[in-house]
């Protein structure tokens, strides 16, 4: 059998400016909790210590909306997304104290020694620890394993492919899960989709058929950019593959009764943007300096995407960019 995550609060609170309130958590935690679905995470997209100025207000704290969603859920896990750079072990620590059952641990790419650090210190406390290793698709399958075999080591409870550009396919999927499957069968594998190619439930789907223990859903598919997998659509097609998930299917409702209808319908269809993202492998965190330097240099946004695409796919600075462009695209009037 495999679990729901589901991440509407967290990667859905992009589309409203993470302005989820009170009541809402407590409600969203409570309907989720109806469905059985497992684990909930809330708090803001950047997790734990992220609201602020630099990445926007949060409009409650992240320990009340661990008590909001604790206080609505019956039977299910409530947890949060941290980033080492972003959170500390204090946070951790100040949530846990709410009733927080469970993190996941942003990794990123570049900086596996400081999410190892990190992971080493929350393993000792009274939690889950979950890592999800941010842009897994960056990184060669070998440099992929040997990150998971040094988490195995710390105790970690599941490991999570992140596909944050919603750019993997299926194929992509398959050798990653089986791969990492076969280092231990003592952590759950899970993975994070996004919808920019259309394509996180046929991946979310392909993730379990090769082993994954763990799938993250929002409601209604909300989420970043082209948003994630669907909750009620891939809940549909795991009883069409006979995929058991513990859920009472009964109780899950139309989108439209849970989420205010303008969060929906940001999300109707794939845009222009979101698939060139997604083709290219870049991450839409990305754009706004992107389409800053599109409009300097005279270019359009997609040729800047496309060159990142082939040359940094990581952690494209402006500076790196914008020499990549100077290089490749001058002069711009010619190819505008």
Known sequence: MISILDC???????????????????ALAAYLSSCKVPYIEVGHGLGLGASGAKFGYARESDQQYILDAVAGANSSSIGAFAIPSIASIDHIKSCIDCGMQFIRIGCRPDDFGSCRDFVSKAINLPLRVYVNLMKTYTLPLAEVLSIMTELLDLGICGFYIVDSAGCMLPRDINALVESLSSLSSDIAIGFHGHNNLGMALAAS????????????????????MGGNTQFEVFCKVCRLSQIQTGLEEKNIRDPREIISEDLLCQSPYIRHIQYTLGSSGIHSSSLPMIEQLAEKKGVSPDKIITLLGFYERINPTLELTELIVDTLLSPPDKIR
């Open 8 to 26: 509407t609060h967290r990667d859905g609170g992009y589309l409203n400016n993470f302005s989820f309130s009170s009541e809402q958590t407590y």
């Open 205 to 224: 789907l392909e993730a379990v058929q090769c082993g994954a223990e763990m799938i993250d859903t929002t409601i209604g598919g909300i989420g970043r």
